[in-house]
């Protein structure tokens, strides 16, 4: 019990790394909108979302370490919605209501997912 409780914790901190990267990304590119993508890794925000890359990927060797890959990698479908949401308030994204349902859907999966 006290391993899969850490490993939800891993899960976790695993899609919190990879939905921050992806938010670190966009911020870079929202900065520096015709910027060619190799300038872009002059950027911290660029090597700070790459760091938060490489974590996630050390978390994730953990994660499998501990629990079984056909519950923990769906459990990563949680990056979505955090994205979704993340996209709303930092860069004032307009969320069509298709969306949210789909959001929803992944948000019912993953709780029946952990219920397992």
Known sequence: MRSQRAALWGILLCVALNAGSQVLFKAVRAAHPDAAVLSLFLQFGMWAGL?????????WLWVLSRAQLSFAYPMLSLTFPIVVALSVFL????????????????VIGVSLLART
Do not use: D, T
């Open 51 to 59: 760091v938060f890359c490489g974590l996630s990927a050390i978390c």
């Open 91 to 106: 860069f004032s994204e307009a969320i069509v209501p298709m969306r949210w349902a789909g959001v929803g859907v992944i």
